[in-house]
């Protein structure tokens, strides 16, 4: 891990061209405190950024991933690859990534590349794009999980050499991914979302990231997506390792309401490649069903048992942090409260007209 990571510096498509419909997905709150190959940084490593099941939901194929990454040396050329990998069935109950052949759900590479600097570290914004991977279906976890995950060979000369991904992390003082320290994450824990692993490859060592971190890794989905966020402008200032307001990173999944100064305000974004003006409406509740039923002609199923609608609002013009087909609705921020504190809600987005839904997101407050 080193602290002084260099500002990206440019885009760079590594694959063909961008597929039709992207719908982003990034647990990351906006601000970056370190670049990382995780611990023992001189073996192979595999760095991986868990997707739950109850957050993307059914009926989903990875169509491109993006990166922030760091060569130390950017004289030298570094070697890494893209992979998808699936939960392991048999680790834990709480889930793990399945670095086995089986658990390989789909790759793109090995890469060889000369990071675009003329000297130093160097840092890049790199697509991995014309992808077509199915993930896998329904919103249980950890059996529907699946992992963003960027693999390296071994680099004996890290840290004066070699790639890394860069990290929003609790670490050396700085506050990193601000969830709720009293939310259960995902691996069980109090206060650690269960997202960010590390894969030794050398010594098969598999673990959670240090400092509930979160890989600087955005994962394209062909289908609509709803993502939750927290807001809190007191909070998340955007400098510092704050995270940026409002925060689509863990405190987006685990919004504090019991945080100093006041609670986080919590909303929910969509975005689907549905043209400007089209309206889209939440559908909420406490529990899902068994297994998300198809009942539209296109698009991820309805997971959400029973469901309950938010009125509509239209989609608007294309954000400037997405690709141009793309068009988005925002719904809140809502007043956080401490009183739902403890409570579990589950959303889908619903476009009318077209009659499609989004994939799942679940909020835990």
């Known amino acids: 891990m080193r602290r002084l990571f260099a500002k990206a510096s440019s885009f760079w498509a590594l694959t063909a061209a961008l597929a039709v419909a992207q719908s982003e997905m990034r647990h990351y709150d906006g601000t970056t405190e370190f670049?990382?190959?995780?611990?023992t940084g001189t073996d192979a490593k595999t760095l991986l950024q868990r997707i739950p099941g109850d957050q993307h939901g059914s009926n989903?194929?990875?169509?491109?991933?993006?990166?922030?990454?760091?060569?130390?040396?950017?004289?030298?050329?570094?070697?890494?690859?893209l992979e998808l990998r699936g939960n392991d069935p048999a680790g834990p109950p709480t889930g793990q990534p399945n670095m086995g052949a089986g658990g390989l759900l789909g790759s793109a590479g090995p890469f060889d590349v000369l990071f675009p600097c003329p000297s130093g570290a160097c840092a890049a914004l790199f697509t991995f794009s014309g992808l077509a991977i199915p993930v896998p279906d329904g919103p249980s976890v950890p059996?529907?999980?699946?992992?963003?995950?960027?693999?390296?060979?071994?680099?004996?000369?890290?840290t004066g050499d070699g790639v890394s991904c860069h990290i929003s992390a609790a670490l050396s003082g700085l506050n990193g991914e601000q969830q709720n320290p009293g939310a259960i994450g995902y691996t069980g824990a109090a206060g650690i979302s269960g997202l960010g692993w590390d894969a030794n490859t050398t010594t098969g060592a598999i673990a959670l990231g240090s400092g509930n971190r979160s890989w600087n890794m955005a994962t394209q989905l062909?289908?609509?997506?709803?993502?939750?966020?927290?807001?809190?402008?007191?909070?998340?200032?955007?400098?510092?390792?704050?995270?940026?307001n409002p925060n689509f990173g863990y405190a987006g999944i685990f919004p504090f309401m019991a945080r100093a100064g006041g609670p986080d305000g919590m909303g929910v974004r969509?975005?689907?490649?549905?043209?400007?003006?089209?309206?889209?409406?939440l559908v909420i509740g406490a529990s899902l069903f068994g297994a998300?039923?198809?009942?539209?002609?296109?698009?991820?199923?309805?997971?959400?048992?029973?469901?309950?609608?938010?009125?509509p609002v239209v989609l608007t013009a294309p954000p400037t942090d997405a690709a141009a087909a793309i068009s988005e609705a925002i719904f809140g921020p809502a007043a956080g409260n401490v009183a739902f504190a403890g409570a579990q809600i589950y959303v889908q987005g619903f476009m009318k007209g077209p009659n499609e839904l989004t994939c799942l997101c679940r909020i835990q407050l």
């Open 60 to 81: 989903n194929t990875v169509v491109a991933v993006r990166m922030i990454l760091q060569d130390q040396n950017a004289l030298t050329t570094e070697i890494f690859t």
């Open 222 to 244: 062909m289908e609509s997506v709803a993502q939750p966020f927290a807001d809190n402008p007191a909070v998340f200032t955007g400098v510092g390792g704050n995270g940026a």
């Open 35 to 39: 670049t990382s190959r995780g611990a």
């Open 292 to 311: 998300c039923a198809n009942i539209f002609a296109s698009g991820p199923g309805l997971c959400i048992a029973p469901p309950y609608i938010i009125s």
């Open 143 to 158: 059996g529907g999980d699946f992992y963003t995950a960027l693999a390296t060979p071994a680099e004996p000369g890290w």
């Open 270 to 281: 969509v975005r689907t490649n549905r043209p400007v003006g089209t309206p889209v409406c």
